[in-house]
């Protein structure tokens, strides 16, 4: 495996240039933590309770803020209360899709004006290098960062072969804003060319489909675990959804603080296990 994954968090924060990336690699050694919690439920009080729960264990609080029914502006406001709160960056899973000034507007604009408060936002790199110009014209001002997604956790995925390869060439001629990946493995080599090599490139590995009771969810979602993901698969944070707050919404604070505290350590033993520290 690639030297970057050798390295601990504290060195490649130390080292990387882009300013929400940065902020996140610090995070993530200071909380000993690399999860990301998925907040995905329509409703305030079960987003704010969850988030409530969950906040000391994670690194990056993952939204769907277009799934809250009863969204109004002071969400985002609590949103960043509760980031200052418990140190956790913001992460809007927004999959943008679109062309250039289409995505800008997404992202600057509208009801949640996502580029104002989203630390981190992602993209799908099916319109082409143009999708980055249009986000990053709206990001790159705000320190914020972009992640490509390369590949995805589901079954049957189009996100394969060239298509992944030509994700980590549109990333690598943006580094200044595309921090790494949504995928599901390490994208080092991915893609270069004859002759070509990035020997300081720190490309982050974000992966959803992490679980540890479950393969999948009947709807085309594939589950590995923790350990399959950072040791085997080289990938730098776990995205857990319903793993953490299961199937009624995180009604239960007790389990969700169980389930957080379970799949932090998982991810932290499995990455010092990775690094080779032992002490
Ligand atoms: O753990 P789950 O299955 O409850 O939730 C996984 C979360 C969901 C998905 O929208 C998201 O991760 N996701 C993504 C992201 C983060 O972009 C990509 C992907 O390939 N698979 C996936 O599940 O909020």
């Known amino acids: 495996m690639s030297s970057v994954s050798k390295q601990t968090y504290a060195q490649r924060a130390a080292q990387h240039p882009n300013p929400a990336a940065k902020a996140l690699l610090e995070t993530i050694e200071r909380k000993r933590t690399n999860l990301s919690v998925s907040v995905d439920v329509t409703k305030q009080e079960d987003f704010f309770r969850i988030i409530d729960t969950v906040g000391p264990y994670v690194c990056l609080l993952k939204t769907h803020v277009d799934i809250i029914e009863d969204f109004e502006p002071s969400v985002i406001e609590r949103l960043k209360e509760l980031s200052q709160k418990h140190d956790f960056l913001i ?7 679109d062309i250039g000034n289409t995505v800008a507007l997404q992202y600057s604009a509208g009801v ?6 989203s630390h981190i936002t992602n993209a799908h790199p099916v319109p082409g290098p143009s999708i980055i110009s249009g986000l990053k014209s709206v990001g790159l001002p705000l320190g914020r960062g972009l ?10 995925s189009l996100a394969t072969g060239v298509y992944t390869e030509e994700a980590v060439r549109m990333a690598r001629a943006n580094r200044d804003f595309v921090i790494g990946f949504i995928a599901q493995r390490r994208m080092d080599g991915v893609g270069l060319r004859e002759g070509e090599s990035t020997p300081d490139e720190d490309l982050l590995i974000l992966t959803p489909g992490v679980g540890l009771d479950t393969r999948g969810d009947g709807m085309g979602q594939q589950y590995r675990t923790p350990r399959e ?21 995180g009604a239960n604070v007790e389990a969700v603080r169980a389930q957080a505290e379970r799949y932090r350590a998982e991810g932290w033993k499995a ?8 002490d």
């Open 112 to 117: 949640h004006k996502i580029a104002s408060w």
């Open 91 to 97: 992460f809007e899973d927004r999959k943008f899709a």
């Open 271 to 278: 990455y010092r296990e990775r690094v080779d520290i032992s």
């Open 229 to 249: 993901v950072i040791v085997e698969s080289g990938c730098d944070v776990i995205i857990v959804g319903r793993g953490i707050y299961g199937k009624d919404n």
């Open 147 to 156: 992640l490509l997604l390369a590949e995805m956790s589901t079954k049957g």
